[in-house]
Every structure is written in C-alpha cells, then in structure tokens.
Nanobody
Framework: QVQLVESGGGSVQAGGSLRLSCAAS???????MGWLRQAPGKEREFVAA????????YYAPSLKGRFTISRDNAKNTVDLQMNNLKSDDTAVYYC??????????????????WGQGTQVTVSS
C-alpha cells in the first residue's frame, strides 16, 4: 500500500507561484508518480509525471515551461513547482502513484494510489 499526502495548495493571484508537495509512505516503492488536476465541471486531466528511477519528467504540453516536477529521494516526496499561474489553473490537484512504471502516465487508469487532493485557486 502507498499513502499519499499533498500539501502546498492555496490561493494566489494570476502571475504568482505555488509549490505543491506530495509525501509518499507505506513501504511500497512507486516507480511512477504524477500530478493530475480537476477543475470544476471538467474531467480530471494530466499535469505532470516523473519516473522515479531516472528522474525523467513528463508534462502536459500546454503546461510545459510553467510547471516543474521533481522528486526528493531522501524525503520520498514529489514536488510540483507552478509558476506564472493563470485562472485556468484553478483546480483540485491530486498526487498519484503506481508501483510499476507505465507509459500511459497521462491517463487516470495508470495510477493505483491517489492522494486526497489539494485546492489551488488562482484569481485574476
């Protein structure tokens, strides 16, 4: 089992930055960790993912350049640095994990474990 706890959400004005963190615990190694988000009235969408073994990041094309995903091996955390935030970034952000690597990291079904979500609100 993997437990995921997100932190760092909040409210920010457009153009500002936030850093989300996801702490993983439970003793099971996760090869894939990702961030996905769900805006009101919309389906959940992929934001970014990271392959734990190599640190290779993957991004939704529309977010690349503004968002950066990183991992900390010692702390067993995955962070999402979000810069130049826009009102369209308002959503609940979820951390997700999978024990085995999956090339379908951009889909909900690729993940076995989910955090409770953290709200990000960007005001214009």
């Amino acid at each position: 089992q993997v437990q995921l706890v997100e932190s760092g959400g909040g409210s920010v004005q457009a153009g500002g930055s936030l850093r989300l963190s996801c702490a993983a615990s439970g003793g099971t190694f996760s090869s894939l960790m990702g961030w996905l988000r769900q805006a009101p009235g919309k389906e959940r969408e992929f934001v970014a993912a990271i392959r734990w073994s190599t640190g290779s990041p993957y991004y939704a094309p529309s977010l690349k350049g503004r968002f950066t995903i990183s991992r900390d091996n010692a702390k067993n955390t995955v962070d999402l640095q979000m810069n130049n935030l826009k009102s369209d970034d308002t959503a609940v952000y979820y951390c997700a994990a999978r024990v085995q690597w999956s090339p379908r990291f951009y889909t909900d079904s690729a993940y076995d474990y989910w955090g409770q979500g953290t709200q990000v609100t960007v005001s214009s």
